[in-house]
C-alpha cells in the first residue's frame, strides 16, 4: 500500500430494511423508523414495532439533536482504517425524540477532556472517505 492510498472503514451495506437510513444520510438527514400506530421510534431498524407489534413503520426524519450516553477511545482497533484513526472517540448517542433512542457513531470536535456523560450533542454528517459520509456527532453550538 502507498501513503497515497485512501482507507476507508467498513462501509455500509445497505439491506431493504436499511437502505432509508443510507439514502438520508446521504441527503444530510438523519431518518429513523417510526410507528404509524404507536409513534415509537426503532433503531435498529426492524420490520415489527417492538412497542405495539404493529408492521406499519415509516422512515421519519428526527432533530439530529441528543446527549452522549457514554464512550469510549479505542486504542487497538482492529480496521486499518480506525487504526489510523486513533484516538478517536466511539460513543453511544442517545436521540432527544425519545428516551433509550440509541445510535452507535462518533463524537467529533471536542477534546477528549471535555467530553461529559449527558452532554448536548447533534448530528453532524462527515463525508470520511470519497463517497462515504457517516453520521457523527459533535457538541451542540
Ligand atoms: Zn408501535
Excluded at 33 to 58: E, I, M, Q
Excluded at 99 to 105: C, Q, R, S
Amino acid at each position: 500500500m502507498s501513503g497515497t492510498d485512501v482507507l476507508y472503514p467498513p462501509l455500509p451495506q445497505p439491506d431493504p430494511l436499511t437502505q432509508f437510513f443510507w439514502d438520508g444520510v446521504s441527503e444530510h438527514r438523519l431518518v429513523i423508523l417510526r410507528c404509524d400506530a404507536c409513534g415509537f421510534y426503532l433503531h435498529l431498524p426492524k420490520v415489527v414495532c417492538r412497542n405495539c407489534l404493529s408492521t406499519s413503520l415509516t422512515p421519519t426524519e428526527v432533530s439530529g439533536r441528543g446527549i452522549l450516553s457514554t464512550w469510549t477511545i479505542p486504542m487497538q482497533p482492529f480496521d486499518p482504517y480506525y487504526q489510523s484513526q486513533v484516538p478517536y472517540v466511539l460513543a453511544v448517542v442517545e436521540l432527544e425524540e425519545q428516551p433509550n433512542l440509541k445510535l452507535v457513531t462518533n463524537i467529533v470536535d471536542c477534546a477528549e477532556e471535555d467530553l461529559r456523560i449527558d452532554m448536548p450533542v447533534e448530528v453532524t454528517f462527515r463525508e470520511v472517505a470519497p463517497g462515504c459520509i457517516l453520521p457523527l456527532f459533535a457538541p451542540t453550538a
